[in-house]
């Protein structure tokens, strides 16, 4: 929550330099925001108080709330798709065609990868060739993960769901998440790829710094080479509430997470029980109370901001969530691994008396998609490949103490506590540690879906003629279950 709180502070500082704008032949000499001289630390007081409140809702209001956020940013962010590709369409600063980005002296990738800048942004160090090209690619896949953070959100708000077996929002949700963001961001970055050229220097400032203000933005730049007024502003205002809204879904996925550690009693030392205990309780609106105030408080590293280098503070910051993520999804898909291999046994077992529950060729298995054991392998690898290389611009002459430090100390606080609830438990030897999980899969029992209530599956109750009420019926079903 802390580096959207943050990104909100830096999006305030809105302001185009003036030789900027004359070089892209833009039509008024200023272009940013007033906000830009009042202290970051009014913003980020101003919006930790609105993630806060917003998380003090009853659970039924935050939902919907959350839903209505939902809907606001797949529609900006289609519009933003249509919007570049008109722009690209009509032309209104000619060019060498409509994918002049995509032609010499530009292309699909940079030339020359820049590894350190001066004081004024300028490159000193760059790296070229082949190699330059890889290096880019695997810096801007490390960059992206950031905004990829929150799949999670899902599996958290699973308990707060409606009911799981009937309307399978957990399987629903997932498959649409997944489709929704290859599709949009995908179409995104091809869109706005057509109108702003990879050298342009807010965008490259963005690369080799941090975001420094909706400046730095991709679409607002489009709007700005093709002398658009009054898009830029409103653009820097909806990235401003999209960061927003983030940092609302942070704080709950925080608070929700840390509510599930309290309700493990084995997790906690005894000592700590009485604390375990009221972190535990909810208020009659379902709301974990005092999850969501000690969540909350790690937000106030969000007053970093107020320092000289606060784009490398924020950088640094959502590069150590990054990290913590990526540690987090390779959990995930190492766990799902051996309960891959788990149930596959328990359905072979004969002396288990619902091993159909675990068949995953049975029609009433509820969570099942294609090659799931590979896309967990694949996740595992490729997250831990980010995790080992991400900092690899820290080693480059001279060497980056504090860069390392925040692309590192996940990882490193991550085996310490492993080591440390080993030591805990199976002694100092760690010839004598042992896995810890528990395989046991029939407690609670395991639930199945009657193939009657499949959702998002289509199925036409008249075979015998298409075009039916009845059909026709079943097919809008069908796309609302996708839609909505």
Known sequence: MAAEIMTVSQLFRFSFDKGYLQQVGYPDNHLGWHTTSASPAVWVFIFLLVAGLANLLPVRQYGELEYIFGVLKTLFISGLIFFNIILSALRLVPHGGNFWTWNKPYGFATENFVLQVDDNNKPIQTFGGDGGRFVALWTAITTVMFSMIGFETIAVSGPENKDLEKF???KIATKKLTIRLTLLYTL?????GLNVPYDDPYLAEACW????????????????????????HFFNGFFIFSATTSGINSLYNA???LHALASIPEAWPLWAHGWRRRLERTTSRGVPLATVIVSWLFGLLAFLTIQDDSALVLRR???NATISELIVYTTICVSYIRFYHRIKAAAEDHTIDMRFAFNREDDQYPYRTHGQLFRSVYGAIFCILLLLFNGWRSFVPPFKTRDFVAQYISVVAFFVLIGLYH???????????????SMQIQRPPPIVVVSSRRRGVLALPDQKQLATVDNLKAFADWVWVWVK
């Open 168 to 170: 399978e929002t957990i």
């Open 188 to 192: 995104a970055t091809f869109a706005g």
């Open 209 to 232: 710094g941090s975001i420094r203000g909706g400046q730095n933005s991709l679409f607002i730049l489009a709007a700005v080479r093709n002398h658009l007024r009054g898009w830029p």
């Open 255 to 257: 608070s929700r997470l």
């Open 317 to 319: 910051m959502w590069t």
């Open 423 to 437: 030591i805990k438990s199976d002694g100092v030897n760690p010839m004598k540690w042992r896995w810890s999980a």
